[in-house]
């Protein structure tokens, strides 16, 4: 049955290429050719879904391409299948979105992106995966424009394919950086996150393919590089550098999407938090791995899944919703769009659906994972020494920390972007998107919302198999017909009796409120603390006494007390960390300004390669 | 026939704290006013103007939509479901396997994110200013709740309530100080979170006073997680009868009683938290958080 399925996949994957091939030579029929790479796509997901839940031996197939000695090998296990469906999901929503809107030149990247993808995926070493992965990011760099963003993007493809390839031929020592500087950079890791917001902004449906499809692409390598079977139980320490790397990225990003200008920056910024809480789950799962404790690494690893899971298809889905505001409304800049719940209201519902996903709201996905990663912190080993334990609560506030930026992000994107009155007379008379378009993102939505209310049936069914592959042990996921457990005797998570709670008591109100508002809707201008009517010549009201796009979220840093209240005020002061933002901050603009010119991307990689190898041939020496 | 008991008491309880919460809401304003030495307003007056408001015919700005009709509700929702969740007379309710800390904790932030959804749709300053403010807290109040209930879960090995309540009856919950660090942390976040009343500037009728009802039971909530924590006594023991259960209502009545006079005569002392003070006191409660959960870590590898 898997070889079956196997054959099937690779046809597909190989049929994307060629379709995106066609679609160069006969742009004249484009629309269609999107058309049948979606369906495709669609019949691929489904045959790995079906492979998923299926156990079994592995099946494999040579192709007749890749290097002479060592043609490229593709295998099939359930691990494998689960984000070859991810991707294969999130393209086929991709490519609906952009065949059902006006397919532009460079829309051919898609399928082949998408290909590329699936190669890493199922490519069965280090050759294959870093080599889809690349082509992969190529592709999506091809489809931007040329400018210094998109050789960034390059660069970063390449480098994450080449530290694959490398990480597969070295000790198994050097993994752990070779992972985090590949694959973590292509996942947007904190210190190295600053590519992803301008790779976002490249005006194409193919932002959607880099969040929804790429970042899970390339936190499956590093899932494979640090749990591979053939490595040695990997050694203690190496929990703590993923722990902090992640926690750090996820309050990078949540901070970054309260303060974000534009809605595409503020989407890269929730992708980098969601990233962030990912890496925390692979970091306490290889500390629980090396602790021996195999139900805790079953949770962080179930926490990961999900985690990425919700990215895939909630990433997916707010990337073709901002692309859908950015077609209908004419800009992206948060300061110029406002009221689209109006004229877009299923694109707002999408936008919601998919934000409430990410975020930890009960019983959202993003929610239960969180569950997850705090019980499976709760359930590690403590350590006998201080500063372990500091770190540990540390990573407990962090975590609490990143879910309330999240909400406030959510809070700042949909309610300046979609709530309020308009703030520009464009953003007045946006326009929804083609009716198929429409039904692809409610089709997300409902998937992502369904996956947050019955996250025990969705761990059963398809995280079984993959948890079964990472921990070679015959354990079962944290879960239940009815929400997650933590394996001890606790209850648990309930996610779906609390959800239809939550549903039934939301319309047993609506029909009290029914029942007594009996009279017809009376409206008139906003009460606004007693303030007069906006005269005839303001149709959208006064726009200063409504919120700025940028100006919603406070400024933590007088929050927080790290700087006072008077300080703030007054002309900056010269503290060592500003002194040390400034220098780095200068130290990168320098970096990009001078050094990565879209010609000098080859001779980077060749470099970073080169400080790679010296970096194995070190530590295989030690 | 456990569970139709369980059910039952379920029942009792969501129709106490349904009928309680504007009471004790009014009850500690009646306590405040006459220690301030004013006549104040009967305890019942928060349910007189509940029916005031239901009577009203709502009034909508001209660009509301129909999340202005809907998310009062969702709020009350949220709000109302982690009432139910939180014991307040009797342990082993039928509804005790879903009352895990972190859901009841995320309720009420669910709950308030809907309310702020409705104050951002109509785009008046007032009510945006207050959205902001809203989200701004919450940023400085969850690392406290995530660290108190890791400090739970680490001391108990589990973050239900009801199973929490149990082992704090058996004086299982060891360290006390770190349990009793945890509770503070939490009270003062319950003591500082603010009033949502400017969020609901742009509300009218029935949805105003569906979204002042959930404030009311959000203070609720509050009340029974931390008497339930702190002072379990009392309360009726699961699949016991009703006899067990009056005995429970009784110490529970004495229980809110004694406190809410107690945080009334605390803000007539004291007085209302300035907003300026709020995120000091948020810092503080952290800083309390972190040490219960540092001491809760550290007689765990003791033990």
């Given amino acids: ?622 | 026939m456990t569970f139709v008991v369980a059910m039952l008491a379920q029942s009792i309880h969501i129709a106490l704290v349904m009928a309680a919460a504007p009471l004790v809401c009014g009850l500690q304003r009646w306590i405040e006013a006459r220690l301030a030495g004013r006549a104040g307003p009967v305890p019942w007056q928060p349910w007189s103007d509940l029916r005031r408001l239901i009577r009203k015919q709502p009034a909508f700005a001209e660009n509301a939509t129909l999340l202005s009709r809907t998310a009062p509700a969702a709020c009350f929702a949220a709000t109302a479901l982690a009432a139910a969740l939180v014991p307040s007379f009797a342990r082993g309710m039928a509804f005790a396997p879903l009352a895990d800390l972190l859901p009841v904790l995320g309720l009420l932030l669910a709950g308030r994110v809907a309310l702020s959804l409705v104050a951002l749709e109509t785009g008046t300053a007032p009510a945006g200013l207050a959205a902001s403010r809203t989200a701004a807290l919450a940023c400085l109040a969850e690392p406290t709740l995530y660290l108190a209930i890791f400090a739970f879960g680490v001391l108990a090995g589990t973050t239900n309530l009801d199973q929490l309540i149990s082992m704090q009856l058996q004086a299982m919950l060891q360290p006390l100080s770190a349990a009793i660090l945890a509770l503070a942390s939490l009270a003062l976040v319950a003591l500082v979170s603010p009033d949502p009343a400017a969020l609901t500037a742009e509300l009218s009728g029935a949805d105003l006073a569906l979204a002042a009802f959930a404030g009311a039971l959000h203070q609720l909530v509050w009340l029974n997680l931390l008497v339930g924590l702190a002072l379990p006594f009392g309360m009726a023991e699961p699949g016991s009868g009703p006899v067990a259960w009056i005995a429970g209502l009784l110490a529970w009545s004495t229980k809110v009683l004694v406190t809410t006079a107690g945080i009334a005569a605390l803000r007539g002392a004291a007085g209302a938290i300035s907003p300026a003070l709020r995120p000091r006191a948020l810092g503080i409660a952290a800083a309390l958080g972190m040490l219960g959960a540092l001491l809760a870590l550290a007689s765990a590898v003791a033990a």
């Fill in chain 1, 1 to 622: 049955m898997n070889a079956l399925l196997l054959t099937l996949l690779t046809a597909a994957l190989a049929a994307l290429p060629a379709l995106g091939a066609l679609a160069v030579v006969w742009p004249r029929q484009a629309r269609r050719i999107l058309w049948t790479a979606a369906a495709v796509a669609i019949i691929g997901a489904a045959a790995a879904l079906v492979s998923v839940t299926l156990a079994g031996t592995p099946a494999e197939i040579t192709l007749p391409i890749g290097l002479p000695a060592s043609p490229f090998r593709l295998t099939l296990d359930p691990l494998a299948a689960f984000f070859l469906a991810l991707t294969l999901g999130a393209g086929t929503a991709t490519l609906a979105c952009s065949a059902a809107t006006e397919p532009s030149s460079n829309t051919f990247a898609i399928p082949v992106c998408l290909g590329f993808l699936g190669l890493a995926v199922l490519g069965a070493e280090g050759l294959a995966q870093g080599a889809g992965l690349a082509a992969a990011g190529i592709a999506i760099w091809a489809a931007g424009p040329a400018d210094r963003d998109g050789a960034v993007t390059f660069c970063v493809a390449l480098l994450a394919g080449a530290a694959v390839i490398v990480a597969a031929a070295a000790p198994p020592q050097a993994r752990l950086w070779a992972a985090l500087i590949g694959p973590g950079m292509l996942a947007g890791l904190a210190p190295l996150h600053r590519w992803m917001a301008p790779a976002h902004r490249a005006s194409t449906h193919a932002a959607a393919l880099l969040s929804g499809a790429a970042v899970p692409t390339a936190l499956y390598l590093m899932l494979r590089l640090l749990f591979d079977a053939g490595a040695a139980v990997p050694p203690a320490w190496w929990g703590w550098p993923l722990s902090l790397f992640g926690v750090f990225s996820a309050l990078a990003g949540g901070l970054d999407a309260t303060r974000a200008a534009d809605l595409d920056t503020a989407l890269a910024a929730g992708t980098l938090r969601q990233t962030g809480l990912a890496m925390l789950g692979l970091g306490i799962a290889l500390t629980a791995r090396a602790a021996d404790l195999p139900s805790v690494e079953t949770m962080a690893l179930a926490a990961v899944l999900l985690l990425i899971g919700t990215q895939a298809i909630g990433g997916t889905l707010q990337a073709l919703a901002s692309s859908a505001v950015r077609a209908g409304a004419g800009t992206r800049q948060l300061d110029r769009l406002g009221g689209l719940v109006h004229r877009m209201p299923e694109t707002t519902l999408c936008l919601l659906a998919a934000l409430v996903g990410l975020t930890a709201l009960p019983p959202s996905a993003n929610f239960a994972a969180v569950w997850l990663l705090v019980h499976a912190l709760i359930g590690l080993p403590h350590a006998a020494i201080l500063p372990a334990q500091l770190l540990r609560c540390a990573m407990i506030a962090a975590l609490g920390l990143a879910s309330a930026l999240g909400a406030a992000g959510l809070l700042r994107l949909v309610g300046v972007a979609c709530l309020g009155r308009p703030r520009t007379p464009r953003a007045a008379v946006a326009q929804e998107q083609p009716r198929p378009a429409r039904l692809a993102l409610m089709a997300l939505a409902a998937a992502v919302t369904v996956t947050g209310i019955s996250v025990g049936p969705v761990l059963i069914l398809f995280a079984s198999q993959p948890l079964h592959v990472i921990t070679e042990a015959a354990v079962r996921p944290p879960a239940s017909w009815v929400g997650l457990a933590s394996g001890t005797d606790s209850p648990g998570y309930a996610s779906l009796p609390i959800a239809c709670l939550l549903l039934s008591t939301v319309g047993i109100v609506l029909w009290l409120r029914r029942l007594i508002v009996r009279s017809s809707l009376v409206s008139g201008p906003a009460w606004q603390d007693g303030f007069a009517a906006p005269p005839a010549w303001l149709p959208f009201g006064d726009p200063a006494t409504q919120a700025a796009g940028a100006g919603f979220a406070p400024d933590f840093a007088r929050l927080f007390g790290i700087v006072s209240a008077s300080a703030a005020t007054s002309p900056r002061p010269r503290l060592p960390w500003t002194e040390a933002a400034l220098w780095s901050r200068w130290g990168a603009a320098f970096a990009t300004r001078r050094l990565v010119r879209p010609g000098s991307a080859p001779a980077i990689v060749l470099i970073l390669l080169a400080v790679l190898l010296v970096l194995c041939s070190w530590t295989k020496a030690a």
